[in-house]
Protein backbone atom coordinates (compact mmCIF):
# COMPACT_ATOMS: atom_id res chain seq x y z
CA UNK A 1 0.00 0.00 0.00
CA UNK A 2 1.20 3.41 -0.77
CA UNK A 3 1.82 5.10 2.60
CA UNK A 4 1.41 9.17 2.63
CA UNK A 5 1.63 9.54 5.97
CA UNK A 6 3.42 8.18 9.04
CA UNK A 7 6.64 9.53 11.42
CA UNK A 8 9.97 10.59 9.63
CA UNK A 9 12.95 12.17 11.73
CA UNK A 10 15.72 14.58 11.04
CA UNK A 11 18.96 15.31 12.55
CA UNK A 12 18.51 18.81 14.96
CA UNK A 13 21.93 19.09 16.09
CA UNK A 14 25.96 17.56 16.76
CA UNK A 15 27.99 19.28 19.40
CA UNK A 16 31.08 18.12 21.38
CA UNK A 17 30.59 16.98 24.76
CA UNK A 18 32.09 18.87 27.39
CA UNK A 19 34.66 16.99 29.40
CA UNK A 20 36.26 15.36 30.99
CA UNK A 21 34.79 12.16 29.21
CA UNK A 22 36.14 8.91 28.63
CA UNK A 23 35.10 6.06 26.18
CA UNK A 24 34.13 3.39 28.28
CA UNK A 25 35.04 1.09 24.88
CA UNK A 26 38.72 2.93 23.44
CA UNK A 27 39.20 5.08 26.44
CA UNK A 28 39.90 8.11 24.58
CA UNK A 29 39.43 11.38 26.10
CA UNK A 30 36.78 13.49 24.99
CA UNK A 31 36.15 11.91 22.01
CA UNK A 32 32.22 12.36 22.32
CA UNK A 33 29.65 14.13 20.05
CA UNK A 34 25.93 14.03 20.44
CA UNK A 35 23.60 14.29 17.85
CA UNK A 36 19.62 14.72 18.23
CA UNK A 37 17.10 13.89 16.25
CA UNK A 38 13.64 14.91 15.89
CA UNK A 39 10.76 12.64 15.12
CA UNK A 40 7.39 14.55 13.51
CA UNK A 41 4.00 13.13 12.20
CA UNK A 42 4.31 13.75 8.39
CA UNK A 43 1.12 13.76 5.62
CA UNK A 44 2.21 13.51 2.20
CA UNK A 45 6.29 14.16 3.43
CA UNK A 46 4.17 17.87 5.24
CA UNK A 47 5.88 17.66 8.53
CA UNK A 48 2.63 18.58 10.74
CA UNK A 49 3.29 17.76 14.59
CA UNK A 50 6.73 17.12 15.92
CA UNK A 51 6.44 14.61 18.66
CA UNK A 52 9.92 13.10 20.47
CA UNK A 53 13.25 13.74 20.29
CA UNK A 54 16.14 11.07 20.58
CA UNK A 55 19.96 11.53 21.24
CA UNK A 56 22.69 9.31 20.20
CA UNK A 57 26.39 9.70 21.75
CA UNK A 58 29.23 8.25 19.33
CA UNK A 59 32.72 8.25 20.10
CA UNK A 60 34.67 9.94 17.52
CA UNK A 61 37.52 7.89 17.66
CA UNK A 62 36.31 3.93 17.85
CA UNK A 63 32.26 5.02 16.22
CA UNK A 64 31.14 3.71 19.20
CA UNK A 65 27.63 4.67 19.19
CA UNK A 66 25.82 4.95 22.58
CA UNK A 67 22.01 5.36 23.28
CA UNK A 68 21.78 8.04 26.19
CA UNK A 69 20.54 5.27 28.78
CA UNK A 70 23.18 3.46 27.95
CA UNK A 71 26.35 5.90 29.26
CA UNK A 72 27.77 5.82 32.02
CA UNK A 73 26.64 8.37 35.20
CA UNK A 74 29.27 10.85 34.43
CA UNK A 75 28.94 10.86 30.43
CA UNK A 76 25.30 11.28 31.08
CA UNK A 77 25.60 14.31 33.11
CA UNK A 78 28.50 16.29 30.95
CA UNK A 79 25.36 15.70 28.32
CA UNK A 80 23.43 17.45 30.43
CA UNK A 81 25.38 20.22 31.29
CA UNK A 82 26.57 20.57 27.38
CA UNK A 83 22.64 20.97 26.84
CA UNK A 84 22.15 23.32 29.70
CA UNK A 85 24.20 26.02 27.93
CA UNK A 86 23.37 25.47 25.05
CA UNK A 87 19.86 23.89 24.37
CA UNK A 88 18.10 22.05 21.34
CA UNK A 89 15.90 23.63 19.98
CA UNK A 90 13.38 21.85 17.24
CA UNK A 91 13.16 23.24 13.97
CA UNK A 92 10.06 25.11 13.30
CA UNK A 93 9.12 23.83 10.41
CA UNK A 94 8.74 20.25 12.07
CA UNK A 95 5.40 22.10 12.87
CA UNK A 96 4.95 23.36 9.53
CA UNK A 97 1.18 21.65 9.33
CA UNK A 98 0.00 22.72 12.23
CA UNK A 99 1.26 26.36 11.83
CA UNK A 100 -0.25 26.69 8.55
CA UNK A 101 -3.31 25.22 9.79
CA UNK A 102 -3.37 28.08 13.23
CA UNK A 103 -2.12 30.58 10.33
CA UNK A 104 -5.53 29.58 8.11
CA UNK A 105 -8.52 29.76 10.85
CA UNK A 106 -6.18 32.77 12.43
CA UNK A 107 -6.69 34.60 8.90
CA UNK A 108 -10.31 33.39 8.47
CA UNK A 109 -11.29 34.70 11.49
CA UNK A 110 -9.52 37.94 10.82
CA UNK A 111 -11.07 38.53 7.36
CA UNK A 112 -14.47 37.30 8.83
CA UNK A 113 -14.49 39.82 11.21
CA UNK A 114 -13.25 42.27 8.37
CA UNK A 115 -15.68 41.63 6.28
CA UNK A 116 -18.86 41.90 8.75
CA UNK A 117 -17.63 45.27 9.22
CA UNK A 118 -17.14 46.02 5.54
CA UNK A 119 -20.53 45.15 4.96
CA UNK A 120 -22.74 46.55 7.65
CA UNK A 121 -20.38 49.71 6.50
CA UNK A 122 -21.45 49.69 3.27
CA UNK A 123 -24.98 48.40 3.59
CA UNK A 124 -27.56 50.31 2.13
CA UNK A 125 -30.31 51.67 5.20
CA UNK A 126 -32.84 51.39 1.52
CA UNK A 127 -32.52 47.39 1.63
CA UNK A 128 -33.20 47.47 5.63
CA UNK A 129 -36.30 49.49 4.60
CA UNK A 130 -37.53 46.94 1.60
CA UNK A 131 -37.10 44.46 4.41
CA UNK A 132 -38.77 45.69 7.05
CA UNK A 133 -42.01 46.39 4.59
CA UNK A 134 -41.57 42.91 3.70
CA UNK A 135 -42.57 41.82 7.16
CA UNK A 136 -45.91 43.65 6.29
CA UNK A 137 -46.88 41.66 3.91
CA UNK A 138 -50.76 40.00 4.77
CA UNK A 139 -53.18 37.99 3.14
CA UNK A 140 -56.00 39.84 5.18
CA UNK A 141 -55.28 43.51 4.70
CA UNK A 142 -56.90 45.92 6.99
CA UNK A 143 -58.90 49.01 4.96
CA UNK A 144 -58.42 50.98 7.56
CA UNK A 145 -54.66 50.89 7.83
CA UNK A 146 -53.38 49.68 4.38
CA UNK A 147 -56.39 50.98 1.76
CA UNK A 148 -54.67 50.20 -1.72
CA UNK A 149 -53.36 46.12 -0.47
CA UNK A 150 -57.56 45.71 0.59
CA UNK A 151 -58.77 46.95 -2.46
CA UNK A 152 -56.59 45.04 -4.41
CA UNK A 153 -57.16 41.85 -2.80
CA UNK A 154 -60.90 42.91 -3.18
CA UNK A 155 -59.86 43.45 -7.38
CA UNK A 156 -57.18 40.78 -8.35
CA UNK A 157 -59.95 37.71 -7.87
CA UNK A 158 -59.60 36.56 -11.48
CA UNK A 159 -57.97 33.70 -12.11
CA UNK A 160 -54.31 34.09 -12.98
CA UNK A 161 -52.02 31.90 -15.23
CA UNK A 162 -50.11 29.75 -12.45
CA UNK A 163 -51.47 31.77 -9.61
CA UNK A 164 -53.70 31.36 -6.60
CA UNK A 165 -54.79 34.91 -6.46
CA UNK A 166 -56.61 33.80 -2.53
CA UNK A 167 -53.25 33.24 -1.36
CA UNK A 168 -51.69 36.59 -2.50
CA UNK A 169 -50.11 38.50 0.45
CA UNK A 170 -50.05 42.23 0.18
CA UNK A 171 -48.38 45.38 1.51
CA UNK A 172 -48.78 49.02 0.36
CA UNK A 173 -47.02 52.38 1.14
CA UNK A 174 -47.32 55.74 0.57
CA UNK A 175 -44.37 58.12 0.54
CA UNK A 176 -45.00 61.34 -0.76
CA UNK A 177 -45.58 61.18 -4.53
CA UNK A 178 -44.75 57.40 -4.51
CA UNK A 179 -47.27 53.75 -4.36
CA UNK A 180 -45.28 51.17 -3.44
CA UNK A 181 -46.99 47.92 -3.81
CA UNK A 182 -45.85 44.86 -2.73
CA UNK A 183 -47.19 41.08 -3.38
CA UNK A 184 -45.71 38.24 -2.25
CA UNK A 185 -46.93 34.47 -4.02
CA UNK A 186 -46.47 32.05 -1.40
CA UNK A 187 -46.32 29.24 -3.20
CA UNK A 188 -44.60 30.76 -6.47
CA UNK A 189 -44.88 31.45 -9.88
CA UNK A 190 -45.72 27.98 -11.16
CA UNK A 191 -45.47 29.48 -14.41
CA UNK A 192 -42.34 29.50 -16.66
CA UNK A 193 -43.40 32.17 -20.07
CA UNK A 194 -42.59 34.97 -19.32
CA UNK A 195 -45.48 36.65 -20.77
CA UNK A 196 -47.83 34.26 -18.41
CA UNK A 197 -45.75 35.58 -15.66
CA UNK A 198 -46.30 39.53 -16.58
CA UNK A 199 -49.90 39.09 -16.16
CA UNK A 200 -49.68 39.72 -12.36
CA UNK A 201 -48.14 42.58 -12.73
CA UNK A 202 -50.49 44.13 -15.32
CA UNK A 203 -52.91 43.18 -13.58
CA UNK A 204 -51.81 45.28 -10.42
CA UNK A 205 -51.65 47.87 -12.59
CA UNK A 206 -55.41 47.56 -14.06
CA UNK A 207 -56.66 47.44 -10.99
CA UNK A 208 -55.03 50.59 -9.17
CA UNK A 209 -56.34 52.46 -12.16
CA UNK A 210 -59.63 50.99 -12.26
CA UNK A 211 -60.82 50.22 -9.08
CA UNK A 212 -58.79 51.10 -6.37
CA UNK A 213 -57.55 54.69 -7.26
CA UNK A 214 -60.96 55.97 -8.03
CA UNK A 215 -62.18 54.54 -4.96
CA UNK A 216 -59.21 55.99 -2.60
CA UNK A 217 -59.16 59.37 -4.32
CA UNK A 218 -55.69 60.14 -1.86
CA UNK A 219 -53.99 57.88 -3.54
CA UNK A 220 -54.42 60.24 -6.34
CA UNK A 221 -51.55 59.93 -9.39
CA UNK A 222 -48.51 58.43 -7.58
CA UNK A 223 -45.77 56.95 -9.07
CA UNK A 224 -45.94 53.24 -8.86
CA UNK A 225 -43.26 50.95 -7.86
CA UNK A 226 -44.97 47.34 -8.04
CA UNK A 227 -42.63 44.45 -6.49
CA UNK A 228 -43.48 40.78 -6.61
CA UNK A 229 -42.08 38.10 -4.70
CA UNK A 230 -42.02 34.55 -4.01
CA UNK A 231 -40.72 32.27 -1.04
CA UNK A 232 -37.12 33.15 -1.92
CA UNK A 233 -36.88 36.28 -3.82
CA UNK A 234 -38.20 38.93 -6.06
CA UNK A 235 -39.81 37.61 -9.38
CA UNK A 236 -41.53 40.42 -10.87
CA UNK A 237 -40.44 44.20 -10.44
CA UNK A 238 -41.84 47.53 -11.99
CA UNK A 239 -40.90 50.92 -11.42
CA UNK A 240 -40.79 53.96 -12.91
CA UNK A 241 -36.88 53.59 -13.24
CA UNK A 242 -37.15 50.66 -15.07
CA UNK A 243 -38.56 46.70 -14.78
CA UNK A 244 -36.97 43.38 -14.23
CA UNK A 245 -39.55 41.01 -15.58
CA UNK A 246 -38.02 38.87 -17.90
CA UNK A 247 -35.90 36.67 -16.07
CA UNK A 248 -36.03 34.01 -13.48
CA UNK A 249 -35.63 36.44 -10.60
CA UNK A 250 -35.34 40.04 -10.26
CA UNK A 251 -33.21 42.75 -8.45
CA UNK A 252 -34.62 44.20 -6.19
CA UNK A 253 -32.33 46.87 -5.85
CA UNK A 254 -34.96 48.76 -8.73
CA UNK A 255 -37.46 49.06 -5.35
CA UNK A 256 -34.84 51.20 -3.34
CA UNK A 257 -35.83 54.17 -5.20
CA UNK A 258 -39.16 54.18 -3.37
CA UNK A 259 -37.00 54.98 -0.73
CA UNK A 260 -34.87 57.66 -1.59
CA UNK A 261 -32.66 58.48 -4.56
CA UNK A 262 -29.32 57.43 -3.34
CA UNK A 263 -27.54 54.93 -0.74
CA UNK A 264 -28.35 55.86 2.45
CA UNK A 265 -25.52 53.72 5.04
CA UNK A 266 -25.72 54.11 8.88
ZN1 LIG B 1 35.71 5.19 21.77
Known sequence: ???????????????????PTECPHCQSQDSFFATTFGKYFHVFWIPILPFSKTTLVECAHCKKTYRTNELPENIQQ??????????????????????????????????????????KANRDIRENLLDADIE???????????????????????EIDGVDTNEIE???????????VLLNIKKGLSVTETAS??????????CLKHYVLPEEPMVGRKEIYIGVKDKLSFVLIKTPDGEDMDGTFADKKLLFTFYGDKPVKE
Open 1 to 19: MFIFFGTRSSKIKTRKLQG
Open 78 to 119: ALHKTDEQNPVKRPIWHSLGCLVVVAFFGLSIILSIVGIIFF
Open 136 to 158: QLTNTPDQGTDAVSYHLKDCIID
Open 170 to 180: YYSKIEEEKLL
Open 197 to 206: RKQIVFAVED
